[in-house]
């Protein structure tokens, strides 16, 4: 009787265990489930408070003619950075990236002195099957040291210049791609 029980309890341990690993140790980044869809788009109510696809609050400015255009190109080289796949458009049962761009105004000036600073502002949502299942809300207007000195690393980041709004949303889709467990290549924990 005694080596009955342990050895039915050696099997529930053995399940347990394994099963554990699976759900700790698997690999959290989007690129274990295969390609991943990309869907980018503007907002189109220009007086919507809320984001319309996760409900969280937006402030809506001023959107570039060209703004999904550019958005979605600085998205594609991201994942390629990151050697992961992607397709336009979504499929049933596989993970896509939505982004809802509501705001994107290009600087007016130069490198070095503007009238107006670039503003780039954007919801980027993991989505699977249209449940949202993470977002990163992004929105960046530069600001010069004089308005903000806490920005010193930010505004030395940036080649100590003032960036364009295709540069903010490349700097927003690479910080939501590591916030939604994306990990750039060469970092601890993937195959790189």
Known sequence: MFK?????????????????FALVFTVPAVYGFGDLGI???????????????????ISPGVIHTDAAAIVKEKLKIALTDRDIGYADGTKKGQPYIDILIYRFQERKGGNFAVEKPASVAFHMHLMKD??????FAYSEEQKALTQNILTMGKFLKRGAKWVTADELAEEGINAGLNQLVVEPKGTPGTDQ
């Open 4 to 20: 009955y029980v342990t050895e039915r309890n050696k099997a529930l341990f053995t399940f347990v265990f394994f099963t554990a």
């Open 39 to 57: 869907m980018v788009e503007r907002l189109q109510d220009e007086k919507a408070i809320q984001c319309p696809v996760c409900g969280q609050p």
């Open 130 to 135: 249209g449940v949202v299942g993470r977002v």
